[in-house]
T-cell receptor, first 117, second 115 residues
Framework: EAGVVQSPRYKIIEKKQPVAFWCNPISGHNTLYWYLQNLGQGPELLIRYENEEAVDDSQLPKDRFSAERLKGVDSTLKIQPAELGDSAVYLC???????????????FGPGTRLTVT | AQSVTQPDIHITVSEGASLELRCNYSYGATPYLFWYVQSPGQGLQLLLKYFSGDTLVQGIKGFEAEFKRSQSSFNLRKPSVHWSDAAEYFCAVAPRTGTASKLTFGTGTRLQVTL
């Protein structure tokens, strides 16, 4: 069974440009998470979806970040415009069940490393 | 405030030596406890987790962790380290209740293994 798929794996853009990250969760997983991992830090939750509904987006900087999960499967995270401080790894994860149960079996993708110049 | 502390940013051990990575947490009640490993260019992989019961938890790849309530600690151990264990290790916690429960990660410990 395929794991969580993310693309692109690496992205380099100039500041003020837009960028988008794509995530395909494990088949059948209803809960999808986007995390931000800054260099030398642990991941921090940006947003969580239950099917197509964003149920926790309290940590998402809504002035420049947006996300969607149309049809409750794939998800896209967008930044517009990007700033130098957005350079980080963006991780996607999925679980079959929502928290707290789903936290026990959360599977992570390899991440997208974003560099903003 | 809830927090997770991994005091060691970087640890170097020789292959075959024993390993202990420290994790301390600050929570109102005992949370769920996890250890993840992240190899370069890879996503996080769950090594082990503690919910209840036996305070010594066995995980994958020969790792184990011990929950000590009195010390608010959940240290990760391995009796004999292999070169392939070189990676970043993250301790994480999550509240036991509530649909808003989420993982809070420590800052990680980078493990280097010398041959």
């Amino acid at each position: 069974e395929a794991g969580v798929v993310q693309s692109p794996r690496y992205k380099i853009i100039e500041k003020k440009q837009p960028v988008a990250f794509w995530c395909n969760p494990i088949s059948g997983h209803n809960t999808l998470y986007w995390y931000l991992q800054n260099l030398g830090q642990g991941p921090e939750l940006l947003i969580r979806y239950e099917n197509e509904e964003a149920v926790d987006d309290s940590q998402l900087p809504k002035d420049r970040f947006s996300a969607e999960r149309l049809k409750g499967v794939d998800s896209t995270l967008k930044i517009q415009p990007a700033e130098l401080g957005d350079s980080a790894v963006y991780l996607c994860a999925s679980s079959l069940d929502p928290p707290p149960t789903g936290l026990h079996e959360q599977y992570f993708g390899p991440g997208t490393r974003l560099t903003v110049t | 405030a809830q927090s997770v502390t991994q005091p060691d940013i970087h640890i170097t051990v020789s292959e075959g030596a024993s390993l202990e990575l420290r994790c301390n947490y600050s929570y109102g009640a005992t949370p769920y406890l996890f250890w993840y490993v992240q190899s370069p260019g890879q996503g996080l992989q769950l090594l082990l987790k503690y919910f209840s019961g036996d305070t010594l938890v066995q995980g994958i790849k020969g790792f184990e962790a011990e929950f000590k309530r009195s010390q608010s600690s959940f240290n990760l151990r391995k009796p004999s380290v292999h070169w392939s264990d070189a990676a970043e290790y993250f301790c994480a916690v999550a509240p036991r209740t509530g649909t808003a429960s989420k993982l809070t990660f420590g800052t990680g410990t980078r493990l280097q293994v010398t041959l």
